[in-house]
């Protein structure tokens, strides 16, 4: 937000007759004595706030006009330029399935081929203790006593006892009205502070921002190994609680078409381009180390609406993983896919195991956009993704 004094002088300088718009330096520092030593010697008239051209030549810029023109060359404009932005239809978050986690716990749990088997506890088989199970649950049915009973997608009966529901986070991105000529980004956790320079010694501004308050960011500078991101005038935040957007309307090697999907992995953000142009955008989940989103250029091989993922990584089966009618699946790279993910509602920081996690409702947008053979680009600004395709396994979620 600009001082209180530069907001003063820009309402005068809209409702103040033109013949009382042009105050001398001179004038200027008889009314505020503190900043007369800064001023110029001189009966010169200050310039007016946004004046240019020929008419600025005969003028002094200084006061007002100076500094709504330094903050100008970084992309700062008083008031602030509105985003053209919007978001899908809210209804793309709707599926057609309830979801459930199936409880943390150190024993394996039951499953029944049938709810008189699961009444008989007659079990069919069970699954290991690992904590990332969810299922996707259709009908109820209640036992002598008392014990609920759910047939989930696989049609295997689970006891309510050992599940709980789940529902997917509401996020959406957006839809890009016009490509955004300055950066902007989601903050990514809540009660986070700005402060007035780049560094964590200097003053806090008083303001307070919320995980998915929405920003534009003018600037960034490392300071100390950290980089900050200036929000507005002598306004800046840590990047890390900022997932941020920035366009890159160039096609990546081999695009001839215009279409592309590019996953940024430092920024934790999906951006979609059509003909070149940008014209969706939102915050991911990616890889998390040691299973990482492999960087490259993929084409989109096969698009499912929903399926089920399942597998593990360790011998002892104990990161077993069983993910029921994961929706909307659109693979690029082996098992790696973009994919809605309903379990997570962290996204814009990596904890998937290879995937690139969206809300559903954006991957709902994407499956309706996208079509097999769109290219996928999936690259890391820092270089610190390990690019070497051996320590990348074939299994993902």
């Known amino acids: 937000m600009l001082g209180g004094a530069l907001i003063g002088s820009l309402f005068l300088s809209v409702f103040t007759p033109v013949a009382a718009q042009t105050p001398t330096v001179a004038a200027t520092a008889a009314a505020?004595?503190?900043?007369?030593a800064a001023l110029p010697t001189t009966n010169q008239s200050l310039c007016l706030p946004y004046l240019d051209g020929p008419s600025a030549a005969n003028c002094l810029m200084a006061g007002p006009a100076l500094q709504l023109a330094s903050l100008g060359s970084q992309g700062i404009t008083f008031p602030a330029m509105p985003l053209a932005l919007s978001h899908p239809p809210a209804d793309l978050a709707t599926v057609p399935f309830t979801y459930a986690k199936v409880t943390d716990t150190e024993?394996?749990?039951?499953?029944?081929a049938s709810f008189d088997d699961a009444v008989a506890k007659n079990v069919k088989e069970t699954w290991p203790a690992s904590k990332f199970k969810y299922v996707a649950l259709s009908q109820k049915q209640t036992a002598p006593d008392?014990?609920?009973?759910y047939q989930i997608a696989n049609e295997d009966w689970i006891s309510g006892s050992v599940i709980?529901?789940?529902a997917a986070a509401s996020f959406q991105g957006y839809l890009i009205k016009q490509p955004p000529t300055i950066p902007f980004g989601w903050v990514l956790q809540s009660e986070i502070p700005s402060y007035v320079a780049p560094s964590y010694a200097a003053a806090k501004t008083g303001k307070i921002y919320d995980r998915l308050d929405m920003v534009q960011c003018y600037d960034s500078k490392t300071v100390d190994g950290t980089e900050w991101v200036m929000i507005g005038p002598n306004e800046w935040i840590d990047h890390k609680y900022i997932g941020r957007v920035i366009n890159n309307p160039t096609?990546?090697?081999g695009v001839t078409n215009g279409r592309w999907i590019e996953v940024n992995l430092y920024e934790q953000v999906m951006t979609v381009y059509e003909n070149s142009t940008m014209i969706f955008a939102t915050l991911v989940g990616s890889g998390e180390p040691p299973f990482?989103?492999?960087p490259g250029t993929f084409q989109i091989y096969k698009m499912e609406e929903n399926d089920y993922m399942t597998g593990s990584f360790e011998t002892d089966h104990s990161d077993f993983y069983y993910i029921e009618q994961v929706p909307y699946i659109m693979y690029y790279d082996g098992a790696r896919a973009l994919h809605g993910a309903y379990w997570n509602n962290y996204l814009g920081y990596p904890g998937s195991h290879g995937c690139v996690n969206l809300s559903v409702a954006d991957a709902h947008w994407l499956y309706n956009w996208a079509k097999e053979g769109d290219t996928v680009y999936v690259w890391d600004p820092t270089g610190k993704t390990p690019?070497?395709?051996?320590?990348?396994s074939a299994a993902a979620f």
């Open 32 to 36: 505020d004595p503190a900043n007369a």
């Open 107 to 112: 024993d394996p749990i039951p499953l029944y």
């Open 146 to 149: 008392g014990t609920s009973y």
């Open 164 to 166: 709980s529901k789940v």
């Open 251 to 253: 096609p990546p090697a």
């Open 292 to 294: 990482y989103t492999q």
């Open 387 to 392: 690019t070497d395709a051996s320590q990348y």
